[in-house]
């Protein structure tokens, strides 16, 4: 259909008619217009609209670690020796970087330690890789609620952010979109020295699973526990002591513990796997003679074909299941 110029121009238009045609779009006069016609039916919505847009200078990604020692049963916490306070490492990106990588890079500079991701059987939205190029135990684990869209808790084990907080920032009012991740790392290895940045005063501490907690800042008595340190508010009346009570646990304190029971719960299907493994082993010993003959079983279960060269064929996908087995 050929471009057809409108009979008036953009000067004629009154004030009125502008203001009429910048009016918000709504189902009603969606309906009532040639655009409804075009586009109808309307599909029904399956979520809700957004209620608010961010643009890229008024926010900032960031991410960060809770970094455990499992045998020692311990978690790495900064200590901010400014405000006496303390967090857990965390940091905003750069640029094209990815945030998994900003996580354990900000837990090397603020508390020089070397972290690893630990995988961690969480409930997530995160959609699973239906690549069938490659072959992925977690998909052989991975159990679902009715829906098929929310992974059940014990299930598959993955690197994906446990949490997301959202931090409005004082100083420039930006807001900090902060994920975290579950890290591990070493408390018995020295941290490393002069990693930090020149405005940074941070202390890295190896504390136990039972004491971390209690010890992080709740950000929403921070600003009312500084004035009350410096003692520059003559009408404050909360005493200092009750201060210090209400600035334990918070947000960071939250996330915190879903890190610790997360990985204790990994550790857990790490024993249980060994021992399922040392059972097998037990029962049934391999048969040298037939290695290439008989069909080799995956660690998830899956039987694939073993080739004349000695490889393995990837299966193929299996069925998702959408209810969690009964040993579950």
């Given at each position: 259909?050929?471009?057809?110029?409108?009979?008036?121009?953009?000067?004629?238009l009154s004030?009125?008619?502008?203001?009429?045609?910048?009016?918000?779009?709504?189902?009603?006069?969606?309906?009532?217009?040639?655009?409804?016609?075009?586009?109808?039916?309307?599909?029904?919505?399956i979520?809700?609209?957004?209620w608010?847009?961010t643009?890229?200078?008024?926010?900032?990604?960031?991410?960060g670690?809770i970094?455990v020692?499992?045998?020692?049963?311990?978690?790495l916490i900064?200590?901010?020796?400014t405000?006496?306070?303390?967090?857990l490492p965390?940091?905003?990106?750069d640029?094209?970087e990815p945030?998994?990588?900003?996580?354990?890079?900000?837990?090397?500079?603020?508390a020089?330690?070397?972290?690893?991701l630990l995988?961690?059987?969480?409930?997530?939205?995160?959609?699973?890789?239906?690549?069938?190029?490659?072959?992925?135990?977690?998909l052989?684990?991975?159990?679902?609620?009715?829906?098929?869209?929310v992974?059940?808790?014990?299930?598959?084990?993955?690197t994906e952010p446990?949490?997301?907080?959202?931090?409005?920032?004082?100083?420039?009012?930006?807001l900090?979109i902060?994920l975290?991740?579950?890290?591990?790392g070493?408390s018995t290895?020295?941290l490393?020295?002069?990693?930090q940045?020149?405005?940074?005063?941070f202390?890295?501490?190896?504390?136990?699973?039972?004491?971390?907690?209690g010890m992080?800042v709740?950000?929403a008595c921070?600003?009312?526990?500084?004035?009350?340190r410096?003692h520059?508010?003559?009408?404050?009346?909360?005493?200092?002591?009750q201060m210090?009570?209400m600035?334990?646990?918070?947000l960071?304190?939250?996330?915190?513990?879903?890190?610790?029971d997360?990985a204790?719960?990994?550790?857990?299907?790490?024993?249980?796997?060994?021992?399922?493994?040392?059972?097998?082993?037990?029962?049934?010993?391999p048969q040298?003679?037939?290695?290439?003959?008989?069909?080799?079983?995956?660690?998830?279960?899956?039987?694939?074909v073993?080739e004349?060269?000695?490889?393995?064929?990837p299966?193929?996908?299996?069925e998702m299941?959408?209810?969690?087995?009964?040993?579950?």
């Open positions: 259909m050929p471009f057809t110029r409108p009979s008036h121009s953009f000067q004629s004030r009125s008619s502008i203001s009429h045609s910048l009016q918000p779009l709504t189902l009603h006069s969606l309906q009532t217009s040639h655009i409804y016609t075009f586009i109808s039916p309307l599909p029904i919505p979520m809700s609209p957004p608010k847009v643009f890229s200078s008024d926010f900032y990604l960031a991410s670690t970094t020692d499992l045998p020692a049963r311990k978690v900064i200590h901010d020796l405000s006496k306070t303390y967090y965390r940091g905003r990106k640029w094209s945030l998994e990588a900003t996580a354990i890079r900000e837990t090397y500079e603020e020089g330690c070397t972290a690893t995988p961690v059987p969480l409930s997530t939205r995160c959609t699973p890789p239906f690549s069938t190029s490659t072959h992925n135990p977690q052989q684990k991975a159990r679902f609620d009715p829906s098929g869209d992974l059940l808790p014990n299930t598959a084990r993955l446990i949490a997301l907080m959202q931090h409005p920032q004082k100083k420039n009012g930006a900090a902060v975290w991740y579950v890290a591990i070493d290895l020295p490393a020295k002069e990693t940045m020149s405005d940074e005063q202390e890295a501490l190896w504390v136990g699973f039972e004491e971390g907690p992080m709740n950000h921070e600003f009312e526990l500084a004035q009350s410096n520059t508010t003559p009408h404050h009346t909360t005493p200092h002591h210090l009570t600035a334990g646990g918070g960071d304190a939250q996330v915190l513990q879903r890190g610790i997360l204790l719960a990994a550790s857990q299907m790490d024993d249980m796997d060994v021992g399922m493994n040392a059972a097998v082993a037990c029962q049934d010993p040298k003679d037939s290695q290439l003959s008989s069909p080799k079983t995956s660690e998830a279960g899956s039987v694939g073993v004349a060269s000695g490889t393995e064929a299966p193929s996908r299996p299941p959408l209810s969690p087995p009964n040993s579950l």
